[in-house]
Every structure is written in C-alpha cells, then in structure tokens.
C-alpha cells in the first residue's frame, strides 16, 4: 500500500530536513502540546475508547480553537482495499498561510509539477508515512519532525492524527492537527 513517488531530499526552501518520527500518544516522557491533549481527550470522550473514531463524531464548533491547524484527509481506495488516493479535504487557515491553498487537491495521483509531490517532497513524504501507519494502527498518533530553512529557521512540526472511519473500522480519512514552534538560529 505504499505508493512510488519521487524522491528528492529536501523541499526546496530547506536546508535540512530530520527524519520523521511516530509516536504512540501514550508514550512515556513525551511532551505532548495542550492542542493535542485536548483533541485526543474530545475524541476519547466520543468514542469511550472502544472504537475508532468516526467522521460523525467530529462536530468542528467542538474544537474550534485548533480548527486553523486541522487538515482532513480523505482516502480513495480500489477493489483491493488498496490506497490509491489521498485527498486533502479541509485545510485549516493555519496550514493554509504556511503551504497555501491545497483544499481539494489529490496528493498521490498528482505527478504534476504543481502537485505536492514535486512542490513539498519531504511533506509528500511525511503523508505517505500517516497514511500507512493510521491504517496500521486505527489508534491516534503523532508525527515529530524537524526542519532547518535556509536563512537558519530551526521548524519543528508535531501533527497528531486521528484516524477516522465511517463505520468505527476501516480507516477512511485522517483528521490531522498540526502544532508547529520555530525558533531563529545564531
């Protein structure tokens, strides 16, 4: 379920890019932001910890506050129950001054050189790993990365996902909330 994509080893802006780390949101010793908590005890709350949680249990005037840095992922699949798309379906304000406007774009299927493939190869890359490892899990998690621009900008990207389904199994779409701090290099 993996599918090929280009591999280039840095977005162009960046000088640097760590490699992406998944977490389990229970793990000991890691610091989980106050946006983060907060999303995962709503969802927790809906679904008593007995399912996975389902797009109909996202009422977004519930966490509006984190909805500028919420991006809701929509997965395709064919007859094999293979992921042959992943399509951006809400992009929060937030994400949206950071990446611009991707709200309805295709982020597997666009070969382009417009796609987000070619545009942001290590975010493309970063997606590919959420969409295995929610389908993996069905439980939520966060995705820690670092990024070190070109004018010495240190980014570091904490996304929590929470997988979604329509019928409490099957993953189908990810909610992700994206929680970013940077800080300025000597």
């Not at 599918?3 to 977005?11: E, H």
């Not at 293979?82 to 990446?99: F, K, P, Q």
């Not at 004018?151 to 996902?161: C, E, G, I, V």
Request: negative net charge; hydrophobic residues 35%; contains cysteine.
């Amino acid at each position: 379920m993996n599918p090929s994509f280009k591999n280039k080893d840095f977005d162009s802006n960046l000088a640097s890019v760590s490699k992406a780390v998944v977490h389990d949101v229970n793990e000991d010793g890691l610091d989980i932001c106050v946006a983060h908590k907060t999303i995962i005890e709503y969802f927790d709350h809906k679904t008593k910890g007995t399912r996975v949680a389902k797009r109909s249990d996202l009422n977004p005037f519930e966490i509006t506050p984190y909805l500028p840095f919420v991006t809701l992922y929509e997965l395709t699949f064919d007859d094999k129950a293979e992921v042959v798309d992943l399509t951006i379906r809400l992009s929060g304000t937030g994400m949206v001054d950071i990446y611009g406007e991707w709200t309805g774009a295709s982020v597997l299927c666009d070969h382009s050189e417009t796609g987000l493939m070619n545009v942001y190869p290590e975010t493309y890359k970063r997606l590919i790993l959420l969409v295995e490892t929610a389908i993996k899990r069905k439980k939520p998690f966060i995705i820690s990365s670092s990024q070190l621009s070109k004018d010495r900008t240190h980014l570091k990207s904490d996304s929590l996902a929470i997988p979604l389904s329509n019928d409490g199994e099957s993953i189908n779409m990810i909610l992700m909330h994206t929680n970013l701090t940077t800080t300025k290099l000597a």
